[in-house]
C-alpha cells in the first residue's frame, strides 16, 4: 500500500506521520510536496499537522485553495482514505470534506499533552483495530481545537454515526466533546489529536498505530486477492 | 480605482474566547462597563472600477475570506481611488 504525506509551507507533523507508515506500519510511504502534486498512484492520503501558511487568515484556509485540495476531493470522492491531522483536520474543513470549523481553545492556550479518547465508532476503515468504547492515549498539540458546529450539524453528525473519537476530559470547549469525525461515506477522517505521535511505547503510547493498521487491513481486504 | 474595506467577525451565538480574554482585560483596566467584545478581521482590498464588487466581494468571501460556518461579514466601498 503506498501513502502520500501532503507538504505545505508550515507543515510540521510530516515526517512523524511519514515515520509512522515507514517504520509503525512498514508501508511504502513519499512526502509530496503540495505544488505540482500527482496523487495518481496512491492508495490513501495524510495530511498532516502544523501551521500551514502560518495559519495566516484561518488555520488551514490558503492550503484548503490549493490546488493539490482538488486532486485530493476526488481522490475522496472515489473513496480512498483521506486522513487529516491537526491542522490536516483544519484543512478538510475549510474545504468543506467535513463539516463544521475550529475555533481558539476554549481558554486561549495552546496545549500539548496526552489526551484519553473514546473510540466511539470502531466499523470505519480507520478504526477497525480498535473496539468501541476503547480509550486509548493520543498526544494533541494545538491552539485551535475547539470543534464547532451549528445545531443542525451536530444532528446530522449523530444521526449519520460520524463522530470517531471522542475526549474523555474535554481540553479545549469543543462540542458534544468531539475529537475527530467521518465524512458520510466514512473514508475521510479528521481528528485534532495526532495518531502518528503514537506509534511506540517508547514515546509514551502506541495507542494510534492501530488507525494505520486499519487503514492497512481495509486496503487489503478490498483490493487484494488471496489465492 | 475602488478600496474595499471588508470586516469580518465571529457569528453572534459563537462563542469568541479571544473577545471575551480582551474584554477582561479592559473590565480589569478600568473599563468596567464593557458588556460585550467581540475580535474580528478587517481586510482591504483594491479592484479596478469596473469590478463588480458585490459580486466579487461575495464570492472572495464565501470562497476564502470568510468561513460561514462560524464568521459573518460586511463591507464598504471607497470609490475614485488613485492607483
Known amino acids: 500500500m503506498k501513502f502520500a504525506v501532503i507538504v505545505f509551507p508550515g507543515s510540521n507533523c510530516d515526517r512523524d506521520m511519514y515515520h509512522a507508515v515507514k517504520d509503525g506500519l512498514g508501508e511504502e510511504v513519499d512526502l509530496v510536496w503540495y505544488e505540482n502534486a500527482n496523487l495518481a498512484d496512491y492508495d490513501a492520503i495524510l495530511l498532516p499537522g502544523g501551521f500551514s501558511y502560518g495559519d495566516y487568515l484561518r488555520s ?106 471522542t475526549y474523555k476530559n474535554n481540553p479545549n470547549g469543543s462540542r458534544d466533546d468531539i475529537a475527530g469525525i467521518v465524512n458520510k461515506a466514512g473514508n475521510v477522517l479528521g481528528m485534532m489529536p495526532h495518531p502518528e505521535r503514537a506509534v511506540e511505547d517508547l514515546l509514551g503510547s502506541s495507542g494510534g498505530l492501530a488507525m494505520f493498521q486499519s487503514v492497512l487491513q481495509h486496503w487489503r481486504e478490498m483490493y487484494v486477492t488471496t489465492s | 480605482m475602488k478600496k474595499v474595506k471588508i470586516f469580518i467577525t465571529l457569528k453572534e451565538g459563537v462563542l469568541d474566547p479571544q473577545g471575551k480574554a480582551v474584554q477582561e482585560a479592559l473590565q480589569a483596566n478600568g473599563f468596567p462597563d464593557v458588556a460585550d467584545t467581540r475580535v474580528g478581521k478587517y481586510i482591504e482590498i483594491t479592484l479596478p472600477n469596473e469590478a463588480d464588487v458585490a459580486l466579487e466581494v461575495q464570492r472572495m468571501c464565501d470562497k476564502l475570506l470568510a468561513n460561514p460556518v462560524m464568521e459573518e461579514y460586511s463591507y464598504t466601498v471607497e470609490e475614485g481611488i488613485r492607483s
Open chain 1, 60 to 165: 488551514g484556509a490558503i492550503a484548503s485553495v490549493s490546488n493539490v485540495l482538488n486532486q485530493i476531493k476526488i481522490k475522496a470522492e472515489a473513496g480512498t482514505p483521506v486522513l487529516g491531522v491537526c491542522n490536516g483536520f483544519q484543512i478538510l474543513l475549510e474545504t468543506g470534506l467535513l463539516p463544521g470549523a475550529m475555533l481558539r481553545n476554549e481558554k486561549l492556550k495552546f496545549m500539548c499533552h496526552y489526551e484519553t479518547l473514546v473510540v466511539e465508532r470502531a466499523d470505519t476503515m480507520f478504526t477497525s483495530g480498535y473496539e468501541k468504547g476503547q480509550q486509548i492515549q493520543i498526544p494533541i498539540a494545538h491552539g485551535e481545537g475547539n470543534y464547532y458546529c451549528d445545531d443542525a450539524t451536530l444532528d446530522e453528525l449523530k444521526q449519520n454515526n460520524q463522530i470517531v473519537f
